[in-house]
């Protein structure tokens, strides 16, 4: 490896080390975020001042806002993966970003998306407020609250899942089946976003359904920005075959 990859690698993995950081902020200012909305759902009549019930809150409201804070830091970095998955082939991001540095990064974020998913599963194990069971979790379709929604949350993770573990299979399966597995977590991507909105209890917030409308239609515009380049490339590449 000469110096220019290696400092080029070098520096990918510095940016990626701040970007860590970064979501750490996010995930603390998400679960302070979601403490200080949660006042006004609070019982104004009691009379408590903001300070008032943070210091009074209890284990099972704490465990409650880790575990939302968990997934919705989970969703926005899964949006982010998918985004970022759909806008590499698209060619949006040539010229600003290293190819190797795009690629490493689509990667650090999936994993980073796994691995905020597991705390945000991990809590629910021991929260008091809506406990679920091992078997739950694992399962689809077999919990007591909101079966469906929680149920398509639980088949979108495993997509997820499969959608990473590619990452580390790709030189034995072979490129063509690695891009059509890739594929899925366009539909874990759907399955989440319908999971967090259908069965989070902060959905009624008109800032939480405006950050899933938002990212949606991101996605959206996404993927048909990259279907349309690729029609009008196999369209030139007709052209071409023909004279």
Not at 65 to 88: D, E, K
Not at 129 to 136: E, G, M, N
Request: proline fraction near 2%; aromatic fraction near 14%; charged fraction near 10%.
């Amino acid at each position: 490896m000469n110096s220019s990859s290696s400092s080029s690698s070098r520096t990918g993995w510095n940016a990626l080390g701040w970007i860590a950081g970064g979501m750490a902020v996010l995930f603390l200012s998400a679960l302070v975020t979601f403490g200080i909305l949660s006042v006004s759902q609070v019982q104004v009549a009691q009379g408590q001042s903001l300070w008032q019930w943070l210091f009074a809150m209890n284990s099972q409201q704490t465990t409650w806002y880790v575990t939302r804070a968990a997934g919705m830091m989970a969703y926005l970095l899964l949006w982010l993966s998918t985004a970022w998955g759909l806008a590499v082939p698209s060619r949006i991001l040539d010229g600003l970003l290293h190819g190797s540095f795009t690629f490493d990064f689509h990667q650090f974020v999936s994993l980073l998306a796994i691995a905020f998913l597991g705390v945000h599963m991990g809590v629910l194990l021991i929260d008091q407020y809506a406990p679920f069971s091992l078997t739950q979790l694992i399962f689809p379709f077999t919990s007591d609250y909101r079966p469906l929604w929680v149920g398509i949350g639980t088949v979108s993770m495993y997509m997820i899942a499969l959608v990473t573990i590619t990452f580390y299979l790709r030189n034995r399966i072979g490129m063509k089946i690695f891009r059509a597995i890739h594929v899925l977590s366009l539909l874990g991507f759907v399955g989440a976003a319908l999971h967090g909105l259908m069965s989070g209890t902060d959905s009624p917030l008109p800032m939480v359904q405006v950050m899933y409308a938002g990212t949606f239609l991101s996605v959206v515009f996404l993927m048909a920005y990259w279907l349309i380049g690729v029609a009008t490339k196999k369209r030139r590449v007709a052209v071409v075959r023909a004279r």
